[in-house]
């Protein structure tokens, strides 16, 4: 079976990549995005379009309401899925991975532990994320040197399995940290950070043209979103907004400021991943990147 996987940072061009190579190679698409799996939340999650979606099959977005918590280990079934179906069809699947867990979770078969609710509601109580780290710290030494102290819900779920266990969150299989052979083959898009920066802003203004807050007004009059999908990039800030906290000009900058920090760290995860083989895009991605996509899948 032909899998590879383009992974980037957010606002890279890796979706109009990806459509390049699956109408060159009749490849299927598999989503690799956290928030993608919502259904209505289409324009914040940069999702394919309904005209990509009618030309190219794609898997693994809209899978559930935005009301309802979806975890890492569902993602995986879902891909599991997908790649048999793909392979079943005889076409490549294509991966395009923004959230670099759930691509190791599928392309490693990461040993995922169980959930502990009660565990996680005390944890969730707790206001500042630094003292849940400094708890991290202390009962799994490990999986705090891996985790962004920012990172409130890697934190949160690395301390409710090392509570709800009894035992280290990095006791759990290897980890995300040992890069072992795959068939998935990986192609990494770069940006210059300037260029990024700018590309992050400007796809943030075009979202919020193209009706982002009524999107998120339809949400929240449909029913209360889950936590997880409250906290997607975009949809946080312009709830607070519409909960009269913030204007709208300083949600917009906070959208803006918040990718960019998010860029920062989807390129710091993959790039310690030494089987990526990194394309640095000048101009054109589309151009740039899909040749090397291509004769990977060859």
């Known amino acids: 079976m032909r899998e590879v996987a383009i992974v980037a940072p957010t606002a890279s061009g890796k979706s109009d990549v990806a459509m390049a190579v699956a109408r060159q190679s009749g490849a299927h698409i598999v989503a690799v995005d956290a928030m993608q799996v919502y259904r209505g939340m289409d324009i914040g999650t940069a999702k394919p379009t309904k005209t990509d979606q009618s030309e190219v099959r794609h898997h693994c977005i809209d899978l559930v309401?935005?009301?309802a918590r979806f975890t890492v280990a569902e993602y995986k079934v879902h891909a599991q899925r997908a790649r048999e179906e793909i392979a079943?069809?005889?076409?490549?699947?294509?991966?395009?991975?923004?959230?670099?867990?759930?691509?190791?979770?599928?392309?490693?078969?990461?040993?995922?532990?169980?959930?502990?609710?009660?565990?996680?509601?005390?944890?969730?109580?707790?206001?500042?994320v630094a003292?849940?780290?400094?708890?991290?710290?202390?009962?799994?030494p490990v999986a705090a040197?891996?985790?962004?102290k920012s990172n409130r819900r890697?934190?949160?779920?690395?301390?409710?399995?090392?509570?709800?266990?009894?035992?280290?969150?990095?006791?759990?299989?290897?980890?995300?940290?040992?890069?072992?052979?795959?068939d998935v083959r990986q192609v990494g898009m770069c940006w210059p950070r300037e260029t990024l920066s700018h590309r992050i802003e400007q796809r943030v203004h075009a979202m919020m043209n193209a009706g982002f807050l009524d999107e998120v007004r339809g949400l929240m009059s449909a029913?209360?979103?889950?936590?997880?999908?409250?906290?997607?990039?975009?949809?946080?800030?312009?709830?607070?907004?519409?909960?009269?906290?913030?204007?709208?000009?300083?949600?917009?900058?906070?959208?803006?400021?918040?990718?960019?920090?998010?860029?920062?760290?989807?390129?710091?995860?993959?790039?310690?991943?030494?089987?990526?083989?990194?394309?640095?895009?000048?101009?054109?991605?589309?151009?740039?990147?899909?040749?090397?996509?291509?004769?990977?899948?060859?």
């Open 88 to 128: 079943a069809s005889g076409a490549p699947a294509l991966f395009v991975a923004g959230t670099g867990l759930y691509l190791t979770a599928v392309m490693d078969d990461l040993q995922l532990p169980g959930e502990w609710p009660e565990v996680r509601s005390e944890l969730q109580a707790e206001s500042d």
């Open 145 to 148: 040197s891996r985790t962004d």
């Open 223 to 298: 029913g209360e979103l889950s936590r997880e999908a409250r906290q997607a990039l975009g949809y946080r800030e312009l709830l607070t907004h519409l909960a009269g906290e913030t204007s709208l000009d300083e949600a917009v900058r906070d959208i803006v400021l918040h990718t960019r920090q998010f860029a920062v760290r989807q390129e710091r995860w993959f790039r310690r991943d030494p089987r990526i083989h990194w394309v640095t895009v000048e101009s054109d991605p589309v151009a740039e990147v899909t040749p090397h996509v291509l004769a990977l899948l060859r």
């Open 65 to 67: 309401a935005p009301t």
């Open 131 to 140: 003292v849940l780290f400094a708890r991290l710290h202390d009962l799994d």
């Open 154 to 182: 890697r934190i949160e779920r690395a301390l409710e399995v090392c509570i709800g266990s009894g035992r280290p969150f990095s006791s759990f299989g290897p980890g995300t940290g040992a890069y072992p052979p795959s």
